[in-house]
């Protein structure tokens, strides 16, 4: 699939069928997103929004169409190794999926570890991700004495920690209060800032999407219905 050079990531026609029943979760997703974007995905509870951040993240393979990240593509017939494929993508989970029994820090240095960065760099690169995100004085904690935006936090942190190329979050504010969502959207300000890193975040607080998103990618029942460009308003149909 040829791509400009200034796109990232490439998705054409993407539709993903799941379970035994092979529901149609995603129909004939298309778009381009550029380096440095920070695109907000909106949508209702069960719109497909996860489906499609699990798509480019290489947990489902599209029943059609194709994937193109970095040079390497994802179509029903082929996928590189996943850890090929997530090697400059970093997920943060709307659950977190941190490890109850490690530390805040062990927590941020595994994808460190897993991606054999040298040991010199793994506690480096660990601390300033959570000094990004505000929780470097938390590094000796285990998860279960934090918060929920406290966990979402880390999360982050562990998802930029080896300074990905695109950031993938999944509801990063969801089940959080005003202020600690505040501190999440902030948190991720910052990452913008300190990282440059491209973003795809999905959401379905369409306040969080008007005030945050330069871009909105809007879908409803598996379909993209808006894909436009403008702080400060959601696109309509």
Do not use: C
Not at 50 to 66: E, F, R
Not at 184 to 195: M, N, P, T
């Amino acid at each position: 699939m040829e791509v400009a050079s200034d796109v990232i990531l490439a998705l054409r026609n993407i539709t993903v069928h799941l379970g035994y029943s092979k529901r149609r979760v995603l129909s004939d997703i298309s778009f381009d997103v550029y380096q440095g974007e920070r695109v907000y995905v909106l949508g209702p509870t069960g719109a497909g929004k996860t489906t499609l951040l699990y798509t480019i993240y290489g947990v489902w393979k599209p029943t059609s169409g194709s994937v193109h990240f970095d040079s390497m593509e994802i179509t029903p017939r082929k996928r590189p190794p996943l850890e090929k494929w997530r090697r400059d993508i970093g997920f943060a989970f709307q659950d977190y999926k941190l490890l109850m029994d490690r530390t805040v820090i062990e927590n941020v240095t595994i994808p460190l570890v897993l991606r054999g960065f040298a040991r010199e760099d793994v506690l480096s690169f660990a601390y300033k991700a959570l000094e990004v995100v505000g929780m470097k004085d938390r590094d000796k904690d285990f998860p279960s004495m934090l918060s929920g935006g406290e966990q979402q936090l880390v999360s982050l942190a562990r998802a930029i920690s080896f300074r990905p190329k695109l950031l993938l979050a999944d509801e990063p504010t969801a089940g959080l209060d005003n202020i600690t969502s505040e501190r999440v959207l902030k948190a991720l300000e910052h990452i913008r800032d300190e990282y440059n890193i491209t973003m795809l975040i999905a959401t379905h607080n369409v306040d969080i999407a008007a005030r945050r998103a330069t871009r909105i990618i809007r879908i409803e029942g598996g379909k993209l219905r808006v894909d436009a460009y403008g702080k400060g308003k959601i696109p309509q149909d």
